[in-house]
């Protein structure tokens, strides 16, 4: 059986939510149409890469023992909803406001990630009013420690800033690499202060 990686189902989770199990079973799904009715396509390194016409791809090992790397442009469905008929969610205005505001970075940020950053960090909420000052922030310390690109174009690399915040990234062929996740050294961020200071 071929293995889909983390790094394939982080990149799965980063487009459209959802759990691991979910999201290696969404991929698998979409692996055994691309087998038969994908184009495929082979790379000098030897690794494989294979795309449905709906633009969904995974990048195969060069065994082809493992899927490497997922991507697509439609955050807003997965390839089987787009089989089963599921209409576009692409015009939703919430989500729609928030992709405006990273239009032009070179980083992309999960809205758990915005969220996360805006409340244990700046100390506020993720909203339209506070958004755009957000994301700067959020940006301006994520390209501090932004690791360079995996030598094959797709994984997950993780780096630690200078405060204690782990900034877990994931990088696709072709695609800006994604903040996909947020946690903090042993010992630093918010709920630590306040047990130390519970503590005193």
Not at 19 to 48: M, P, V
Not at 141 to 167: F, H, I, Y
Request: proline share 4%.
């Amino acid at each position: 059986m071929i293995q889909v990686t983390l790094s394939a189902i982080d990149q799965f989770r980063a487009k459209h939510g959802g759990d691991t199990s979910t999201a290696e079973t969404e991929i698998r799904y979409l692996l055994e149409n691309l087998i038969s009715t994908g184009r495929h396509q082979r790379f000098e390194n030897g690794t494989w890469r294979l795309q449905a016409d709906e633009r969904f791809a995974v990048l195969l090992s060069d065994d082809a023992a493992r899927v490497i790397s997922y991507t697509t442009p439609h955050g807003e469905r997965t390839y089987a909803q787009v089989k089963a008929g599921v209409p576009s969610r692409s015009r939703c205005k919430e989500k729609g406001w928030v992709r405006e505001l990273q239009t032009e970075l070179p980083i992309r940020y999960t809205n758990l990630v915005l969220r996360r950053f805006a409340r244990e960090v700046l100390g506020t909420e993720f909203t339209r009013s506070t958004g755009r000052k957000v994301v700067e922030a959020a940006h301006a310390r994520g390209m501090q420690v932004q690791p360079d690109r995996p030598s094959n174009g797709a994984g997950r690399r993780r780096m630690t800033d200078g405060e204690g915040l782990k900034w877990h990234f994931v990088y696709s062929p072709g695609e800006r690499p994604t903040v996909v996740h947020l946690s903090w050294k042993s010992g630093r961020g918010p709920e630590a202060a306040a047990r130390a200071e519970a503590g005193r």
